[in-house]
């Protein structure tokens, strides 16, 4: 069984660029949560996909958008990049969008200079 | 809102020793309640969870009670290993699958 993958590991991007984050799920979950964790922070929720349809979204900007695909990976876009997007952004899978343990990626590391 | 509240780190402690993080909570309802554990370079992994008061939740040594009089859920060790030098976070899920974390706690054993 493959856990969850995310990609790239690191990348580093400057302020105003755009950004495409990817994460595939672990096999046979349906839904996919994203996660801000700033460097000595807890992880924050940007927003959760199920089905390939957005169906929660935590305190984040319209500029942070996502995508789920029929094989249910996913993508984080972030446009308009600012320092404060500096983080680790994780993604987690789970079977169904509630009540079902949520299985963590290893991250993909931010830095917007 | 749900929010979480830990014990800020470090907490550092000799190898053998005790451990116990302190977590409260503030929630509608009773919530799931989690601990994950973060070790360098790598993403979460689920260290232990409680769905309703009064459940222990248990994994490798470490244990958390869920306490809805005192909306607590402390982790506690009996004897840490230099292995289980990580970052700890408490989290409760909050509307749909929504995981609400605390800030984390670093814990450095020493040998």
């Known amino acids: 069984e493959t856990g969850v993958t995310q990609s790239p590991t690191h990348l580093i991007k400057t302020r105003g660029q755009q950004v495409t984050l990817r994460c595939s799920s672990q096999s046979g979950h349906n839904t996919v949560s994203w996660y801000q964790q700033a460097l000595g922070q807890g992880p924050q929720f940007i927003f959760q996909y199920y089905r390939e349809e957005e169906n929660g979204r935590g305190n984040f900007p319209p500029r942070f958008s996502g995508l789920q695909f029929p094989n249910y990976s996913s993508e984080l876009n972030v446009n308009a990049l600012e320092l404060d997007d500096s983080a680790l952004y994780l993604c987690a899978s789970s079977a169904g969008d509630r009540g079902n343990e949520q299985y963590f990626g290893p991250g993909t590391r931010l830095t917007v200079t | ?111």
């Open chain 2, 1 to 111: 809102g749900d929010s979480v509240t830990q014990m800020e780190g470090p907490v550092t402690l000799s190898e053998e020793a005790f451990l116990t993080i302190n977590c409260t909570y503030t929630a509608t309802g009773y919530p799931s309640l989690f601990w994950y554990v973060q070790y360098p370079g790598e993403g979460l992994q689920l260290l232990l969870k409680a769905t309703k008061a009064d459940d222990k939740g248990s994994n490798k040594g470490f244990e958390a009670t869920y306490r809805k009089e005192t909306t607590s859920f402390h982790l506690e060790k009996g004897s840490v290993q230099v292995s289980d030098s990580a970052v700890y976070f408490c989290a409760l899920r909050g509307g749909y699958n929504k995981l609400i974390f605390g800030a984390g706690t670093r814990l450095a054993v020493h040998p």
